[in-house]
């Protein structure tokens, strides 16, 4: 057998990164296995996605490249703007890996391989294999669409969800491969993406725990950037009583839980094989959820429920990490950096990546974890939204309104208090600018704030429904 290591690359939809039971915050999430992944691994704690949206995190994954320099800054129908020989699993099959993904890529056109030699998609193939059982066109057959946030329980059984799906479909993989050639898998599960539609077993085990309620803010309410006041009333999120929101929590955990013993079954099966040591092993998430918190669910915002991710690798076969296992790395590292640190490890990585990509490779990281790294963040959104970090202040600007905010997190993690106003921050403000300013030149700087929203402007955003009625699909049918 090669002696290159395989890798298996899982991802979660949504997922905040103080959702792993390892994290011991405020949300009682049951994650075992992904927690002894950390204990065999290395967590990095201050891991962002530079654009949390779906397709433009997912991009980066296979690109290496920020979204502001691959210009994928929204949801759409976006190729992947790489030729398919240089994304990551393309490099990986051109060095003899056997390349697989199994489950949600976001792709388009959906087909579109971008490098893979064998894919099965969700939702594409799932939902087609599940017309042919009894339960078809029960996919989101419940009534909720793929972004609602009222708590349901899945329309199917749990050996028909689109989570066992994902980890059988992987294991098939595992068991047709050719053995004598090193593996790529990427393993991607569309939950804890909402609707939060868990099967009723998983919710009960949550059942007797308290669930901890969302934080606010204190510049949340009157004179809050415009973006989350338009965003409060489109989604319709004013409207969530506190019972309905603490039941969709306990759902999103309930999914977490789901995926994580699901993952079990695929820990087994690498194990059974003899894989387990020679395989490294990556689990990340594409951006997080805001899950209430200042009044906020969904994603697309630089607070870190939404940008904030879990990042955790386990080495395998000779490959040596800087940091031993159960270390935590605190350096700031950023989606991007998955793909040099995937290509070195497999000894295909180019010397001009790191001129024409923003990624790093997570080995620097650990071989200096106090070291000190800038991350920027950019995402299309009425207007633009903008951020920098270097794990211990948060600057964000919001175009729409000129409006900026600042976080200390080393002492205020849970961005509750916005320093922006404060006078003694105007030089660290002016840091901030001038860094956004180099990077995205077009972007004035901050000079006022405009009024909340008239009566006419909040009907206006009352009448949107982006996420509503997009229930049940059949054939393979769109999100």
């Keep these: 057998m090669s002696r290159k290591p395989n890798i298996l690359l899982i991802t979660t939809d949504q997922q905040r990164a103080d959702c792993l039971g390892i994290e011991k915050s405020a949300h009682p999430v049951m994650t075992p296995h992904l927690d002894q992944l950390a204990d065999e691994g290395v967590r990095f704690s201050r891991a962002y996605s530079d654009c949390p949206l779906c397709i433009p995190s997912r991009t980066t994954i296979m690109t290496g490249k920020a979204a502001y320099e691959h210009g994928v800054d929204t949801n759409g129908e976006f190729r992947i703007p790489e030729e398919r020989e240089h994304t990551l699993p393309g490099r990986l099959t051109s060095i003899g890996y056997q390349t697989h993904a199994a489950g949600k890529m976001h792709f388009y056109p959906p087909r579109n391989r971008n490098g893979f030699e064998r894919m099965r998609l969700l939702p594409e193939d799932y939902v087609n294999d599940l017309e042919r059982t009894e339960y078809k066109g029960m996919y989101r057959g419940h009534g909720l669409g793929g972004n609602e946030v009222y708590p349901v329980f899945s329309a199917v059984p749990i050996q028909h969800t689109s989570t066992h799906w994902t980890v059988s479909e992987s294991i098939d993989f595992l068991r047709q491969r050719d053995g004598e050639s090193p593996f790529f898998m990427w393993t991607s599960f569309e939950a804890p993406h909402p609707p939060f539609d868990p099967p009723e077993q998983f919710v009960s085990l949550y059942r007797d725990l308290p669930i901890s309620k969302p934080l606010a803010g204190a510049w949340t309410g009157e004179g809050e950037p415009e973006w989350v006041h338009h965003r409060r009333l489109s989604r319709k999120l004013d409207r969530l009583n506190d019972e309905v929101i603490l039941a969709a929590r306990k759902h999103y955990y309930a ?225």
Excluded at 354 to 371: C, F, H, T, V, Y
Aim: proline share 6%; hydrophobic share 30%; net charge negative.
């Design 255 to 479: 999914m977490i839980t789901h995926i994580d013993y699901e993952l079990g079954r695929l820990f087994g099966e690498l194990k059974q094989q003899g894989l387990w040591d020679n395989t490294i092993i990556v689990f990340a998430s594409d951006h997080g959820e805001m899950l209430g918190d200042h009044g906020l669910f969904h994603k697309s915002c630089f607070y870190d429920p939404s940008a904030r991710v879990p990042l955790i690798i386990k080495p395998g076969g000779d490959v040596k990490l800087p940091l031993g296992p159960g270390s935590v790395c605190d350096r700031p590292v950023m989606l991007a950096d998955l793909y040099p640190t995937l290509t070195q490890l497999a000894g295909c990585s180019v010397e001009t990546d790191r001129d024409q990509r923003a990624g790093r490779s997570l080995i620097e990281a650990m071989k200096d974890p106090n070291g000190e790294r800038v991350l920027l963040g950019y995402i299309q959104d009425e207007g633009g939204l903008y951020m920098s970090t270097d794990g211990k202040w948060k600057y964000v600007y919001y175009a729409q309104d000129a409006r900026e905010q600042l976080f200390h997190l080393e002492s205020d993690p849970y961005e509750m208090q916005d320093l922006a106003p404060e006078p003694e921050h105007a030089e660290r403000l002016a840091h901030y600018r001038s860094l956004l300013s180099e990077r995205f030149p077009d972007t004035a700087a901050a000079e006022g704030r405009k009024g909340q929203s008239s009566e006419d402007d909040e009907r206006k955003h009352r009448q949107k429904n982006p996420f509503a009625w997009r229930g049940p699909i059949r054939y393979g049918g769109h999100w």
